[in-house]
Nanobody, 124 residues
Framework: QLQLVESGGGLVQAGDSLRLSCTAS????????VAWFRQVPGREREFVAT????????TYADSVKGRFTISRDSTESTHYLQMNSLEPEDTAVYYC?????????????????WGRGTQVTVST
């Protein structure tokens, strides 16, 4: 059973950068597509970014395109979300996820493994 742990969240000012990490235990991300979602209280979990296992294709939500970058490391045990030019609207709990589906997946219902989340707060 794959277990995921996020790290790297925190409190930053608008315009700053953060890099979130998602580390797997009990297995690796081999053969899994990986993604980041975020959620604020009272709202549904929102897709942020994904990288498909089958071909490495990355997909981003329009709200983060050009500012965020998702990547995987060569060990297949960690993936990252580099977040630049952060805005107060990016404030949320960020979750990493992995799916046994190997193509592009953006619906949270198609992800099989989830971390517990890390808080990102962006002040004005």
């Amino acid at each position: 059973q794959l277990q995921l742990v996020e790290s790297g969240g925190g409190l930053v000012q608008a315009g700053d950068s953060l890099r979130l990490s998602c580390t797997a235990s009990g297995g690796t991300f081999h053969d899994n597509s990986v993604a980041w979602f975020r959620q604020v209280p009272g709202r549904e979990r929102e897709f942020v970014a994904t990288v498909a296992w089958v071909d490495g294709t990355t997909t981003y939500a329009d709200s983060v395109k050009g500012r965020f970058t998702i990547s995987r490391d060569s060990t297949e045990s960690t993936h990252y979300l580099q977040m630049n030019s952060l805005e107060p609207e990016d404030t949320a709990v960020y979750y990493c996820a992995a799916s046994r589906l190997q193509f592009r997946v953006i619906s949270p219902s198609q992800y099989h493994y989830w971390g517990r989340g890390t808080q990102v707060t962006v002040s004005t």
